[in-house]
Structures are given as C-alpha cells and as structure tokens.
C-alpha cells in the first residue's frame, strides 16, 4: 500500500500562487507515477499534471500549462504542484495520487489517492 497525504490548499485571489504537497509513504515508490487531479462538485475528476518519479517526465492538462509545475523531491518522498495565475475555474479539490504505469491522464489509472485539499480562489 501507498498512502499519500496532500496539504497546502487554501484560500488566494485571483492571480495568486499556491504550492500543493502530496507526502508519500508505504510501499516503495521508486518505480511509480504520481499525478495531480482536481475536481468540482458535480463534475469529473480532470487530470492536471504527472511526474515520473525516477526520472522526472512529465505531463500537463492544456489548462495549466504554464501556470503550474510539478515536481518531486525523491529524498523526502513529496511531490509538489506549484500553482500560479490562480482563477476561479482552478478550484476546488485537489487530490494526489500514484500509479505504476505510464503519465496516465485518466483518474482510472491510478490505483492510491490522497483525501484531498481544497483550493478556493476569489475574484
């Protein structure tokens, strides 16, 4: 098993930054993907990003591109998604999650998921 805890989330205005962190722990995660998702109340889980955890590829929703960037640090097990140019549409949960395949986009995909935080951006 691989459990994963996010923090971070928050309350900014429009235009603001946030940095997201996803703590892993279990199993090893050496050969995994961990990927951010967000979702609306009424609506789908939507891909954001994913990172490769060993060498660092990774992948981005047209939504964000440049606006947020992924990253890890593999000596502290974390992973971390850096939000700036934040806008109302970017809210409100943000759920981490992990997968040994490939940069997968759909939620399906991933077989660990944290509890979520929640991001609230005003105008």
């Known amino acids: 098993q691989v459990q994963l805890v996010e923090s971070g989330g928050g309350l900014v205005q429009a235009g603001g930054s946030l940095r997201l962190s996803c703590a892993a722990s279990?199993?090893?995660?050496?050969?995994?993907?961990m990927g951010w998702f967000r979702q609306a109340p009424g609506k789908e889980r939507e891909f954001v990003a994913a990172i490769n955890w060993i060498g660092g590829r990774n992948n981005y929703a047209d939504s964000v591109k440049g606006r947020f960037t992924i990253s890890r640090d593999t000596a502290k097990n974390t992973g971390y998604l850096q939000m700036n140019s934040l806008n109302p549409e970017d809210t409100p949960f943000y759920y981490c999650a992990a997968q040994r395949g490939g940069l997968g986009l759909s939620s399906h995909e991933y077989d660990y998921w944290g509890q979520g935080t929640q991001v609230t951006v005003s105008s």
């Open positions: 279990g199993r090893t995660f050496s050969r995994a993907v």
